[in-house]
């Protein structure tokens, strides 16, 4: 978690449905995510916390997750974009286009991704740095090898994490203003 010492961001125009704040692990999805939902007043959702406890055992030995153990958890993640009686912002890496169509699918309105995209070294380096975390640093290179770009796809943004937080809510805001 980064210290809540931030000069709080403006959030210019809302955009009006749910976000999924993406990208592999260590990418800082959780620590924009939260920025996000508190600039914009909307719930945070952590999507670490819908993973079955199997998910979570295999990562935390450092077993890659199969399509077939993501697909409960991303239904988990649909549904609750679906029921939700509001806009949430939600972090969920969404590495492949078919996990991100799934999304879609579950949202009501429209739904945004932010896209947190870095170096393996810097990414390496964070995740590293983190305390109290299951995922493994040994895990970041299949996530590398299995994100899909989503550069190009509907109301998406992808931003550099190799600069400060706040710059990255910045522009995260930014681009979701002009949505
Ligand atoms: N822009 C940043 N600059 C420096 N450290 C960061 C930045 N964003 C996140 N971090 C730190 O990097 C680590 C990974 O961030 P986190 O939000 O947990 O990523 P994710 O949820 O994608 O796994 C955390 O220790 C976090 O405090
Ligand atoms: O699809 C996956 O392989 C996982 O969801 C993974 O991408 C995710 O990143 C982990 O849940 C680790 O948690 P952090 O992303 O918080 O490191």
Same mark, same amino acid.
């Given at each position: 978690m980064?210290?809540?010492?931030?000069?709080?961001?403006?959030?210019?125009?809302?955009?009006?449905?749910?976000?999924?704040?993406?990208?592999?692990?260590?990418s800082?999805?959780?620590?924009v995510?939260?920025?996000?939902?508190?600039?914009?007043?909307?719930?945070?959702?952590?999507?670490?916390?819908?993973?079955?406890?199997?998910?979570?055992?295999?990562?935390?030995?450092?077993?890659?997750? =199969?399509? *077939?153990?993501?697909?409960?958890? @991303?239904e988990?993640?649909?549904?609750?974009?679906? +029921?939700? %009686?509001?806009?949430v912002?939600?972090a969920?890496?969404?590495?492949?286009?078919?996990?991100?169509?799934?999304?879609?699918e579950?949202?009501?309105?429209?739904l945004?991704?932010?896209?947190?995209?870095?170096?393996?070294?810097?990414?390496?380096?964070?995740?590293?740095?983190? =305390?109290? *975390?299951?995922?493994?640093?040994? @895990?970041?290179?299949?996530q590398?090898?299995?994100l +899909?770009d %989503?550069?190009?796809?509907?109301?998406?943004?992808?931003?550099?994490?190799?600069?400060?937080?706040?710059?990255?809510?910045?522009?995260?805001?930014?681009?979701?203003g002009?949505?």
């Amino acid at each position: 978690m980064i210290e809540n010492r931030h000069r709080p961001s403006r959030p210019g125009r809302r955009f009006p449905g749910s976000i999924v704040v993406m990208g592999v692990s260590g990418s800082g999805k959780s620590s924009v995510g939260e920025r996000i939902a508190e600039a914009y007043g909307y719930p945070f959702i952590e999507g670490d916390a819908l993973h079955p406890p199997e998910n979570i055992r295999k990562m935390s030995e450092g077993i890659p997750l =199969t399509d *077939h153990d993501r697909w409960p958890w @991303l239904e988990a993640i649909g549904r609750l974009l679906a +029921e939700s %009686p509001g806009p949430v912002v939600v972090a969920c890496s969404a590495l492949k286009l078919s996990y991100r169509e799934k999304l879609r699918e579950g949202a009501p309105k429209r739904l945004a991704f932010v896209h947190l995209h870095g170096a393996e070294a810097v990414l390496a380096e964070r995740m590293q740095h983190r =305390t109290g *975390h299951f995922m493994p640093t040994s @895990l970041l290179k299949t996530q590398l090898a299995t994100l +899909e770009d %989503p550069t190009g796809e509907a109301n998406t943004v992808t931003i550099n994490i190799d600069q400060p937080l706040d710059a990255i809510v910045e522009e995260a805001l930014a681009a979701l203003g002009k949505m």
